[in-house]
C-alpha cells in the first residue's frame, strides 16, 4: 500500500514538472483506470498562485481523492457544501486524501430535498497554499 501511495504522489510529481515547464491547460480528472482513486496534482504557477493539473474531477461515491502538492495547502469546499464532513482540510506533509462517503447522493438529498434524483453533485472548493487561493470543481456522478 505504502509503495503504491509512492509511486503514484512520484507519478504526479513527473507530470507537475512538465506542467511547470510549459503552460498546461487544465483537464478533465478522472478516476484512474482499474482504481477507485483520482490524483489531482497542484502545484504554484509563476505568478504565485496554487493551481490544479486538471479544472473538475469526477468521482463516484465511495471513491478518493488523493491531492499531491506543495507541502502546505488547504481544500476548503464554498457555498456551504462539502461532500465530506468538513468543509475545510489542510495537509503539512504535501498530500491530501478526501475519500467520498458512499452514501454521497442520500447524505445530499437529506441536506437539501430539492437535489434528490439529481444525478450528479457539484462542489466548488478552493486551494489554499502560498497565501493566495484558486477555484476548481469536484463532480461526483453515480457508478
Known sequence: MRYIK????????????GCANTECK?????????????VVGLYIDKNGYPQANVEKVTVA???RIIFVGP??????????????EKSEVRTSNGV???????????????????????NEMVYRYG?????????????????
Not at 507541502?71 to 465530506?84: G, L, Y
Not at 491530501?96 to 439529481?118: C, G, T, V, Y
Open 127 to 143: 486551494i489554499r497554499a502560498n497565501g493566495k487561493t484558486t477555484d476548481p470543481y469536484i463532480v461526483i456522478s453515480p457508478r
Open 26 to 38: 487544465p483537464k478533465d480528472g478522472a478516476i484512474l483506470k482499474g482504481t477507485g482513486t483520482a
Open 71 to 84: 507541502n502546505q495547502f488547504e481544500i476548503i469546499f464554498k457555498d456551504q457544501k462539502s461532500p465530506i
Open 61 to 63: 461515491p465511495g471513491q
Open 6 to 17: 509512492y509511486s503514484i504522489i512520484v507519478f504526479t510529481i513527473l507530470i507537475l514538472g
Open 96 to 118: 491530501l486524501i478526501i475519500d467520498i462517503p458512499k452514501d454521497a447522493f442520500e447524505q445530499e438529498d437529506r441536506r437539501n430535498p430539492e437535489n434528490k434524483s439529481k
